[in-house]
């Protein structure tokens, strides 16, 4: 299936629903098909809201707000995907006393469709994270982590395809090299794989094999080094397919998403939303009869 030319401008593409309130949304009445994506990345064990007092971040966050927010979009638009970009532990009591039980659960019931892997989610070890997957009623999608000597054998996806008003959409998700970052007895035998090559191997199979009519990367590669580290920019730049990149692990917080040209010449997107689940991720794609990208819209509340 041939798309039209995906995203023409900057203007085209997101919404970041700040977690004290909910603006009203307004979109083209126009278009065929409307997926709503929702993400969140780094929330880092943060269950309840900051304090009224905290000097950054006062009375902000919370996933009881996040759970109003997420039914509120999905009444609007039920074809809808939640989505969460890795570092789910570490950062509070409630991971130090539950170890991850409690965040995995609670994300069960926000219906979380998916979620990718990151560094700090080893914290307690692979036999921790292992230990915690009963509680997690959603997939873990790893496409370059090799967890095949390891208890984590099976345990995660490749890619996912979910379908959405006929509208078929594939999903990999990529990790941070671990080396140097995490200490080796907590990840064990995990075996990291290029990301680069990673990611064209699976946009083939999504795209050439699969025919998905909109490819999303799951990434806690980082949005962006000094160095010459993959970075989720670079990942971008250098492949092919990929329509949206939702990321993690800098915590950086785009106030709307980066637009970057892909080596065939299209425009992929690049989001995140910063940290400790301040802020609910939203892009929306609309699509017309046969499943060609024309357009996003776009909405800011803070």
Known sequence: MKRRNFI?????????????????????????????????????????????????????GGVARRATLVEQIRKENPNTLLLDAGDIFQ?????????GELEFKLMSKLKYDAATIGNHDFDNGIDGLYAQLPHANFDF?????????????????????FMKDGVKIGIFGLGIELEG??????????????PIETA???????????????????????YEYDSEKISDLKLARATQDIDL?????????????????????????????????????????YLDHKNNIETGGASISV
């Open 245 to 285: 990149i939702i990321g993690g692990h800098t915590h950086t917080f785009l106030e709307k998403p980066s637009i970057e040209t892909n080596k065939a010449g299209k425009k992929v997107l690049v989001n995140q939303v910063g940290c400790y689940g301040l802020y609910l991720g939203r892009i929306d794609f």
């Open 181 to 194: 970052l995490v200490s080796k007895k907590n990840y064990k035998e995990t075996k990291y794989l290029d």
């Open 8 to 60: 023409q401008q900057t203007t085209a593409a997101t919404a970041f629903l700040g977690l004290g309130g909910l603006s009203a949304l307004s979109f083209e009445p126009n278009y065929k098909k409307h997926i709503t994506i929702l993400h969140t990345n780094d929330v880092h064990s943060h269950i309840e809201p900051f304090g009224i007092d905290d000097a950054k971040y006062p009375n902000m």
């Open 200 to 222: 064209q191997e699976m946009t083939r199979i999504l795209k050439k094999e699969n025919n998905c009519d909109l490819i999303i990367c799951l990434s806690h590669l980082g």
């Open 141 to 161: 999608i790893s496409s370059n982590y090799d967890f095949s000597n390891t208890i984590m054998d099976g345990k995660t996806k490749p890619y996912n395809i």
């Open 91 to 99: 950062g509070t009591p409630y991971f130090n006393f539950y170890g």
